[in-house]
C-alpha cells in the first residue's frame, strides 16, 4: 500500500472514530459537577441551571422551575457533603460520572451524571440518577 493511500485511510479513519476523550475532559467534569453543587449549596440556582443542557433547560425552562424540581427529587444534590469522584468514562458523544456523597444524616449516595460537549465547547450536565450508595446505614 502507497503511503499517500495509507495516510488516507488513517485520516479516514480518524474522522470516522468517534471522538476519544481529552486529557483535560475529566477536569472539566470535575469542574462542571463540583461548580453545580456548589452553586446547589449556596442557593444560586441561576448559577445551578447554567451548567444544565439545552436538553433539560426544555424540560425546565427557568432556574425557578429547575430548582424545585431538582429539591424534590434530587435533595441528596442540594446538601451534598463528603463529595468524592469515582472515575471518568466516555459515554455515547459524551461522558458518565458516578460521583459518592453523603446526604445531611451520613447516608451514603451516588449520584451518575452525564455530560456533554456543546456546539461552543462548553460541557453541561445531560442527566443525573441517584442510587443509595454501599452503605448499611442508608
Same mark, same amino acid.
Not at 479516514?12 to 467534569?29: E, H, I, K, Q, T
Given at each position: 500500500? $502507497?503511503?499517500? /493511500?495509507? +495516510?488516507?485511510?488513517?485520516?479516514? #479513519?480518524?474522522?470516522?472514530?468517534?471522538? &476519544? !476523550?481529552?486529557?483535560?475532559?475529566?477536569?472539566?467534569?470535575?469542574?462542571?459537577? $463540583?461548580?453545580? /453543587?456548589? +452553586?446547589?449549596?449556596?442557593?444560586? #440556582?441561576?448559577?445551578?441551571?447554567?451548567? &444544565? !443542557?439545552?436538553?433539560?433547560?426544555?424540560?425546565?425552562?427557568?432556574?425557578?422551575?429547575?430548582?424545585?424540581?431538582?429539591?424534590?427529587?434530587?435533595?441528596?444534590?442540594?446538601?451534598?457533603?463528603?463529595?468524592?469522584?469515582?472515575?471518568?468514562?466516555?459515554?455515547?458523544?459524551?461522558?458518565?460520572?458516578?460521583?459518592?456523597?453523603?446526604?445531611?444524616?451520613?447516608?451514603?449516595?451516588?449520584?451518575?451524571?452525564?455530560?456533554?460537549?456543546?456546539?461552543?465547547?462548553?460541557?453541561?450536565?445531560?442527566?443525573?440518577?441517584?442510587?443509595?450508595?454501599?452503605?448499611?446505614?442508608?
Amino acid at each position: 500500500m $502507497s503511503r499517500r /493511500l495509507l +495516510a488516507s485511510a488513517l485520516i479516514a #479513519g480518524a474522522l470516522l472514530a468517534p471522538p &476519544a !476523550a481529552r486529557a483535560d475532559d475529566s477536569g472539566d467534569v470535575r469542574s462542571v459537577i $463540583s461548580s453545580q /453543587l456548589r +452553586a446547589f449549596k449556596a442557593g444560586d #440556582g441561576v448559577a445551578a441551571y447554567s451548567f &444544565a !443542557a439545552p436538553s433539560i433547560k426544555a424540560m425546565f425552562p427557568s432556574p425557578d422551575v429547575f430548582m424545585s424540581m431538582v429539591r424534590n427529587g434530587y435533595s441528596v444534590v442540594v446538601e451534598a457533603n463528603n463529595v468524592t469522584f469515582g472515575p471518568m468514562r466516555a459515554e455515547g458523544e459524551g461522558f458518565r460520572q458516578d460521583v459518592n456523597m453523603t446526604d445531611a444524616e451520613g447516608h451514603s449516595y451516588i449520584a451518575s451524571y452525564t455530560l456533554a460537549r456543546q456546539p461552543d465547547g462548553s460541557l453541561k450536565i445531560t442527566s443525573c440518577s441517584i442510587r443509595k450508595g454501599d452503605d448499611f446505614s442508608a
